[in-house]
């Protein structure tokens, strides 16, 4: 029967009851923002160059409001060069940088979600005039930001986005570079842990990637294997989502690229690999949630590098 052509008493309560039931959908469907502090305006908490020092962190760099917590942390592990005392520079367009001869980060207006932000390592400096050996450290540039332990399974989509321009990425030795141990890479990463108490695997975790940028590749390929390599890896399965499932043509330097996808899908397959390779054999799907996420340079190649990174958000949607 059409509704249209039904006549019957519409009352206050009627009404409001159906108001009120549409108001529950819509609220059910908006994105929950799963990031704090886009802007950037609580600043950083800067790490120490090891995971392992104590203690790992030396202070907020580039605050902009000191009401407002650091929810980030720029990571500079297996740097040559920290940059705890290094000087904050402001300019007139209002952009933050912090700097010293390996490093730079620069905090344009409106941070993450406005005109973004640079991070740029400088190879020549941190290598001088050798190339890391197998089982060295190396530099790390990266954005870090604990997560409350997000439930995969709590939300239908969890939907992250970014835009990025790698400005240049050009080697910084005339000395030949083993393509298996020297490159510079840029890869979204979350840290993916079971926390169902019940478990055997609880507390157990694998590491789930989206690759932005490697200079090996024109798209950067899928990557699984255990993190090793350095005395404070975790040992924990990585799995790197397939660049070319993430983007229809090659990342060019000086082009702005678009990452965005779902997380809920690949995360499940991230799963499904780890099973196939020994790790979290006895976890579903259900008991995995998100816990850190971190994105940004790791350079264990002898490159000078700069990355631009805007329009980063990361949302969940109810199903």
Request: glycine share 8%; charged share 20%.
């Given at each position: 029967m059409?509704?249209?052509?039904?006549k019957f008493?519409?009352?206050?309560?009627?009404?409001?009851?159906?108001?009120?039931?549409?108001?529950?959908?819509?609220?059910?469907?908006?994105?929950?923002p799963?990031?704090?502090?886009?802007?950037?305006?609580?600043?950083?908490?800067?790490?120490?160059?090891?995971?392992t020092?104590?203690?790992?962190?030396?202070?907020v760099?580039?605050v902009?409001?000191p009401?407002?917590?650091?929810?980030?942390?720029?990571?500079?592990?297996?740097?040559?060069?920290s940059?705890?005392?290094?000087?904050?520079?402001?300019?007139?367009?209002?952009?933050?940088?912090?700097?010293?001869?390996?490093?730079?980060?620069?905090?344009?207006p409106?941070?993450?979600?406005?005109?973004?932000?640079?991070?740029?390592?400088t190879?020549?400096?941190?290598?001088?005039?050798?190339?890391?050996k197998?089982?060295?450290?190396?530099?790390?540039l990266?954005?870090?930001?604990?997560l409350?332990?997000?439930?995969?399974?709590?939300?239908?989509e969890?939907?992250?986005?970014?835009?990025?321009?790698?400005?240049?990425?050009?080697?910084?030795?005339?000395?030949?570079?083993?393509?298996?141990l020297?490159?510079a890479?840029?890869?979204?990463?979350?840290?993916v842990?079971?926390?169902?108490?019940?478990?055997?695997?609880?507390?157990?975790?694998?590491?789930?990637?989206?690759?932005?940028?490697?200079?090996?590749?024109?798209?950067?390929?899928?990557?699984?294997?255990?993190?090793?390599?350095?005395?404070?890896?975790?040992?924990?399965?990585?799995?790197?989502?397939?660049?070319?499932?993430?983007?229809?043509?090659?990342?060019?330097?000086?082009?702005?690229?678009?990452?965005a996808?779902?997380?809920?899908?690949?995360?499940?397959?991230a799963?499904?690999?780890?099973?196939?390779?020994g790790?979290?054999?006895?976890?579903?799907c259900?008991?995995l949630?998100?816990?850190?996420?971190?994105?940004g340079?790791?350079?264990?190649?002898?490159?000078?590098?700069?990355?631009?990174?805007?329009?980063?958000?990361?949302?969940?949607?109810?199903?």
């Amino acid at each position: 029967m059409c509704i249209s052509s039904y006549k019957f008493p519409v009352t206050r309560h009627l009404w409001m009851t159906v108001l009120g039931a549409l108001a529950v959908t819509v609220a059910g469907t908006q994105p929950v923002p799963l990031f704090e502090d886009l802007a950037l305006d609580g600043g950083f908490r800067l790490s120490a160059v090891s995971s392992t020092q104590k203690p790992v962190e030396s202070g907020v760099v580039l605050v902009a409001n000191p009401a407002i917590p650091a929810a980030w942390r720029l990571a500079q592990w297996g740097t040559k060069f920290s940059l705890e005392g290094a000087k904050e520079e402001d300019d007139d367009s209002g952009a933050r940088r912090l700097c010293n001869i390996a490093k730079e980060l620069i905090v344009y207006p409106g941070g993450l979600s406005g005109e973004g932000i640079l991070l740029t390592v400088t190879g020549a400096s941190e290598y001088g005039e050798t190339l890391r050996k197998q089982g060295e450290p190396w530099p790390h540039l990266l954005i870090e930001q604990q997560l409350p332990a997000i439930p995969v399974s709590r939300y239908k989509e969890m939907r992250f986005h970014v835009k990025f321009r790698v400005d240049h990425c050009t080697p910084a030795t005339a000395e030949p570079m083993a393509p298996g141990l020297h490159t510079a890479q840029v890869t979204a990463f979350w840290t993916v842990h079971n926390q169902n108490s019940e478990s055997k695997n609880f507390k157990d975790m694998i590491w789930f990637g989206l690759p932005l940028f490697d200079v090996r590749y024109p798209v950067p390929p899928g990557h699984q294997a255990v993190d090793i390599g350095k005395n404070d890896a975790t040992g924990k399965f990585i799995c790197t989502i397939p660049g070319d499932r993430l983007y229809r043509k090659p990342v060019e330097i000086g082009a702005w690229n678009t990452l965005a996808c779902d997380l809920v899908p690949l995360i499940r397959e991230a799963l499904e690999a780890s099973h196939g390779k020994g790790f979290l054999t006895e976890t579903v799907c259900s008991d995995l949630a998100l816990t850190s996420f971190n994105l940004g340079w790791e350079v264990p190649g002898s490159y000078n590098c700069s990355i631009r990174l805007q329009s980063l958000y990361f949302n969940g949607t109810d199903g």
